[in-house]
């Protein structure tokens, strides 16, 4: 049986506020479990300038086997990182850090963050997102009258997808803005709340990230109008929509780059690296001739682009356009080359301007590895990156030695295996050290446009137990469009299938199946509070199964994600109260030793439970 472990995160129960200003004080709680042994003190362990400081904390209430304790911290540091130290009457000493339970000393990268840089839009926390490939979403009348470009290798809707050689960015399905906007309500259907569109600037390929202007939207798209027009209703339907924006570079037909290439003393000459004086070489996105990197160390591309009212970043943002956010493309290695670092430089221009323009809006930035240490709330309201959720679940859940492809970032070729325990250990390490906001606001994708799609090398019955961890663990849950369509790709550009739009006529195929079972665990996530900004706890972890609850003042959600049959018991205090079913095909029932969970597998199920009543801070 699992023991029960003092515990502590981000979320309103154990924190006064998590937008605190430098120089406030903010009440913490840490929970203790009766069964860990009597205990004589508890303070906290702040860091201020690097110099370790101490609060101590006293007991405000004790319920269900629970004793809380709480204490204050003065916010000395715009990242202001904190631990808790637990004395025993019987004489030990440990730590409890963002990372858990340590009987020895915890690493200050590990603590507990409270962050005083703007925070996140209050409706971020409860976004579920849907991204959508324009080329391959739908295409309305209009697109018919269009001519496709030079670059384009034109295709049928039910063409396959090319994803190897040379014309996989040339096949072009011709998906446009306003087929977008035309099925809007399968979007509302599905329960997401926000759409992310990949780039909608011109360009010469199907993905667009080699853009050629900034300043408007492809005419292959429908233009400027288009994406009014789209905007205008997504708002009215309920959703908003943030757009694709690569800060690292551009293509190599950009308006920019064309004015200086081969061009010394053109104006905009120190937008990119050369690496000779007649300016013909340049540093590309990993090598790629037709990515040519910026060159942050320009104050003018800075203006242009990032900085200000008259600048990219706002322009999409401020009406008629009125754009919801921004993702942000390889932000990882943004404004990073050789021994330059202008990362936190573009990051904080970019958010400056957001909030100037508009403050109700989103930042999200791709880091595809270990995106610690740049999303420490300055800026980025969370992360797009594969390390903490994405390729973990893909190891846990794909059938053994199944091939990993595209942008999963996985060097040896194959899906490592995984157990539910090793699942678990990396979803700690890589969220652990971010703030608890900035936690909630990582994206959690089972898949994406630069990656195959989950499906493809699932276990049997495993894409309901990986889509309800998207779902209910803290995070952004994301759909790319098709996946509840049930289709499958080898790699990231095989995945981008135009939609299969008749699929769903037929209540008997597996797409209509699909459907339902996405937009029935969507429901859950948008119907349960505790699943936006609630606490988290781990109950068990073992090698077929996890199981966690989300905590609230208002309700809490237990949660049990099973990789084949299992049977366990949690120790009597692990949760309080009966447990009402939400969907799901295990059972939860309290014992005299405990709470035994059992069921299937693999399968996914939760419960609702009572919210945890506590005194006022």
Request: aromatic fraction near 10%; charge should be negative.
């Amino acid at each position: 049986m699992p023991e029960l472990l003092p515990h502590h995160d981000g979320s309103p129960l154990y924190v006064s506020t998590d937008a605190p200003a430098l120089g406030d004080t903010v009440r913490v709680r840490v929970r203790v479990p009766a069964t860990f042994g009597p205990v004589s003190s508890i303070r906290t362990r702040s860091n201020p300038n690097r110099e370790p400081q101490y609060t101590v904390a006293s007991p405000v209430h004790a319920e269900h086997g629970w004793e809380w304790w709480e204490a204050d911290i003065t916010v000395e540091n715009p990242v202001h990182g904190y631990r808790f130290l637990v004395q025993l009457a019987d004489g030990r000493v440990g730590w409890l850090s963002a990372g858990g339970w340590s009987w020895t000393e915890t690493l200050d990268t590990e603590d507990f963050k409270l962050v005083t840089h703007a925070p996140p839009p209050q409706w971020a926390r409860s976004t579920v997102l849907y991204q959508i490939f324009p080329d391959r979403f739908a295409r309305s009348g209009a697109a018919d009258a269009r001519e496709a470009p030079a670059w384009a290798e034109p295709a049928a809707w039910t063409d396959e997808v090319v994803h190897i050689g040379p014309s996989t960015p040339r096949q072009f399905y011709g998906g446009d803005l306003d087929g977008i906007r035309e099925h809007l309500d399968h979007v509302t259907a599905l329960g997401a709340t926000m759409i992310y569109l990949t780039p909608i600037f011109p360009a010469h390929s199907n993905h667009r990230y080699d853009a050629l202007s900034f300043h408007s939207v492809d005419p292959l798209l429908g233009g400027d109008a288009a994406l009014v027009s789209l905007v205008e209703a997504a708002h009215a339907a309920g959703l908003g929509v943030i757009g694709d924006l690569t800060s690292n570079h551009s293509g190599d037909a950009h308006e920019w780059f064309t004015s200086s290439h081969l061009t010394p003393g053109a104006p905009e000459s120190d937008f990119y690296y050369w690496h000779d004086a007649e300016q013909r070489s340049y540093e590309a996105w990993l090598g790629v001739p037709s990515l040519p990197k910026f060159n942050w160390n320009s104050a003018e591309l800075r203006r242009r682009f990032i900085e200000g009212a008259g600048s990219v970043v706002a322009k999409w943002l401020e009406p008629p356009y009125s754009l919801d956010g921004w993702r942000i493309d390889v932000a990882n290695m943004t404004g990073r080359y050789l021994e330059e670092d202008l990362n936190e430089v573009v990051r904080r221009t970019i958010r400056a301007t957001m909030l100037e323009v508009n403050p109700d809006t989103i930042l999200l930035g791709e880091s595809t590895n270990d995106a610690t240490a740049d999303f420490q709330g300055d800026a980025w309201h969370g992360a797009m990156t594969y390390a903490n959720f994405t390729r973990p679940v893909w190891s846990w859940l794909s059938e053994p030695g199944s091939p990993a492809r595209g942008g999963l970032n996985m060097p040896l070729g194959v899906i490592p295996p995984f157990t539910a325990e090793q699942f678990a250990e990396a979803h700690r390490r890589f969220t652990a050290p971010v703030p608890w906001r900035v936690r909630l606001h990582t994206m959690n994708a089972l898949d994406t446009h630069d990656t195959p799609r989950f499906r493809t090398h699932a276990l049997p019955g495993a894409v309901p137990v990986a889509l309800g961890l998207s779902l209910t663990l803290p995070g952004i849950p994301v759909i790319f469009a098709g996946d509840e369509f049930a289709l499958t790709g080898d790699d990231g550009e095989h995945s981008r299938t135009p939609i299969p739009w008749t699929a769903l006529e037929d209540e008997e195929t597996d797409a209509a199946a699909a459907f339902a079972l996405y937009r029935r665990l969507v429901a859950v996530r948008r119907e349960h509070p505790a699943l936006d900004g609630g606490g988290f706890r781990w109950l068990h972890v073992g090698d077929d199964l996890v199981a966690f609850v989300r905590e609230s003042a208002a309700e809490s959600v237990l949660v049990v994600a099973a990789r084949n049959a299992f049977d366990v018991t949690l120790p009597v205090h692990a949760i309080a109260g009966e447990p009402v079913a939400i969907v799901g095909d295990a059972s939860a029932a309290h014992a005299p030793d405990g709470i035994r969970l059992s069921g299937p597998g693999p399968s996914f199920t939760a419960w609702q439970l009572p919210g945890i009543e506590l005194p006022a801070f």
